[in-house]
């Protein structure tokens, strides 16, 4: 049976009461402090929009001028890669125009492979190091440059450690053991045949049916006996 209107407890209403004062006294006393952070909420998001809008239409910008400047790099128009045509931009402009889209940032990579081709190993570098590795095989390919120009460089320890900073951040069974294999043949030139075995002992164990891994038994029984 429903209870009484007398059976309520008076000290229950005297609280509920209190609360629902309390709680008008408080939006009295902050609703334009509430008001205001509202509309801060609602323009951040207005804004992050926008802004998203924006670069979208950046970025397809940049693609269409990226098109050109592609063809010249498969043509080995490295110069016209880079610099641009008058009608089309190259990718260093194309990286500096359209710097926070995906196509510009994009660009900074096609411009280090674009100096390292042209034999200028320390702006590849510097470009290489600018590009924001989002993508792990593309990643992994701009790390493995970088390394190809520090050997070109002459220094062999820091190509090597980007060989194998390369094939770690990828993890697949192209680039890890392409980049590992390009390690440990720079470890044989410089006659540390141990941590050579230690890279193509890899390959065969994690990457057997890759196409370094179809060799390396060869490559295994040559550093034993150096190392016997």
Not at 121 to 143: P, R, T
Request: hydrophobic share 35%; glycine share 8%.
């Amino acid at each position: 049976m429903a209870k009484n209107k007398k059976d309520v407890n008076p000290q229950t209403i005297s609280n509920v009461e209190q609360t629902l004062s309390r709680t008008e006294q408080f939006l009295e006393e902050n609703y334009k402090t509430m008001l205001t952070v509202l509309a801060v909420i609602v323009a951040i998001v207005g804004l992050g929009w926008l802004g998203k809008i924006y670069l979208n239409k950046r970025n397809d910008e940049a693609q269409s001028q990226m098109y050109q400047a592609e063809r010249y790099l498969e043509m080995d128009s490295l110069k016209l890669a880079l610099n641009g045509d008058g009608n089309y931009l190259g990718f260093l402009d194309i990286a500096k125009s359209y710097r926070l889209t995906k196509s510009g940032n994009l660009a900074l990579y096609s411009a280090g492979i674009c100096y390292l081709h042209l034999g200028e190993y320390q702006e590849a570098i510097d470009y290489l190091a600018k590009y924001s590795k989002k993508d792990k095989v593309l990643g992994s390919m701009a790390i493995g440059a970088t390394g190809d120009a520090y050997v070109e460089l002459g220094d062999l320890e820091k190509g090597i450690s980007k060989y194998i900073e390369a094939g770690d951040y990828a993890r697949n069974s192209f680039n890890t053991p392409l980049f590992l294999m390009k390690a440990g043949e720079l470890y044989e030139l410089n006659g540390k045949h141990a941590e050579a075995l230690k890279l193509y002992e890899r390959i065969e164990s994690e990457y057997p049916e890759s196409t370094e891994g179809s060799t390396i038994e060869k490559y295994i029984a040559r550093v034993k006996l150096l190392i016997k």
